[in-house]
T-cell receptor
Framework: DAKTTQPPSMDCAEGRAANLPCNHS???????VYWYRQIHSQGPQYIIH???NNETNEMASLIITEDRKSSTLILPHATLRDTAVYYC?????????FGTGTSLTVIP | GAGVSQSPSNKVTEKGKDVELRCDPI?????LYWYRQSLGQGLEFLIY????????KSGLPSDRFSAERTGGSVSTLTIQRTQQEDSAVYLC?????????????FGQGTRLTVV
């Protein structure tokens, strides 16, 4: 499975877009990129996933570079409830390998 | 219920005792995962079940840990002779069968404290 690099922490002003980067330079051709988040003391929550094309759902947008070596999760209008640890997870096979993620703090 | 259900939500046990943690996956989800999360740490994969296939036990940390899945639904994680380092939140997840690239839905976990 591909290794990932995410910044350990980020701040974002409430109402602004939060852009969370992830490097996954060793990703293989059949590995999807998943994003999860974990709000304090809760189980991880699925956000979005994609393979090659950009994806959008009601929670977020996922931008994957053409070479698939990196991706960016975009929360278009961050709220205080979006404060959480965000995990970028390239996945193939059975397991989701959670790294250390990015701790996002949304500031009022 | 609509989501993955885990019980108990909290468990305090004495060192050396055995514990059982239960997971009820989402109805119809035949893929089931167990993870654990120690305080301030990331999630550590433990075991994966998919239908009638042999489980992937590659993440179990020692032979004190075992898991079963009866009837393809409910799963029980058993820790024998608990140690203080077993203290963690144990998380269960399930996903839709037959599709590898699909999301997994997590429960709220069981917080285990070994004293």
């Amino acid at each position: 499975d591909a290794k990932t690099t995410q910044p350990p922490s980020m701040d974002c002003a409430e109402g602004r877009a939060a852009n969370l980067p992830c490097n996954h330079s060793t990703i293989s051709g059949n590995e999807y990129v998943y994003w999860y988040r974990q709000i304090h003391s809760q189980g991880p929550q699925y956000i979005i996933h994609g393979l090659k094309n950009n994806e959008t759902n009601e929670m977020a947008s996922l931008i994957i570079t053409e070479d698939r070596k990196s991706s960016t999760l975009i929360l278009p209008h961050a709220t205080l409830r979006d404060t959480a640890v965000y995990y970028c997870i390239p996945k193939t096979g059975n397991q989701f390998y959670f790294g250390t993620g990015t701790s996002l703090t949304v500031i009022p | 219920g609509a989501g993955v259900s885990q019980s108990p939500s909290n468990k305090v046990t004495e060192k050396g005792k055995d514990v059982e943690l239960r997971c009820d996956p989402i109805s119809g989800h035949t893929a089931l995962y167990w993870y654990r999360q120690s305080l301030g740490q990331g999630l550590e994969f433990l075991i994966y079940f998919q239908g009638n296939s042999a489980p992937d036990k590659s993440g179990l940390p020692s032979d004190r840990f075992s898991a079963e899945r009866t009837g393809g639904s409910v799963s029980t994680l058993t820790i024998q002779r608990t140690q203080q380092e077993d203290s963690a939140v144990y998380l269960c997840a399930s996903s839709i069968p037959g599709r590898m690239n699909t999301e997994a839905f997590f429960g709220q976990g069981t917080r285990l404290t070994v004293v």
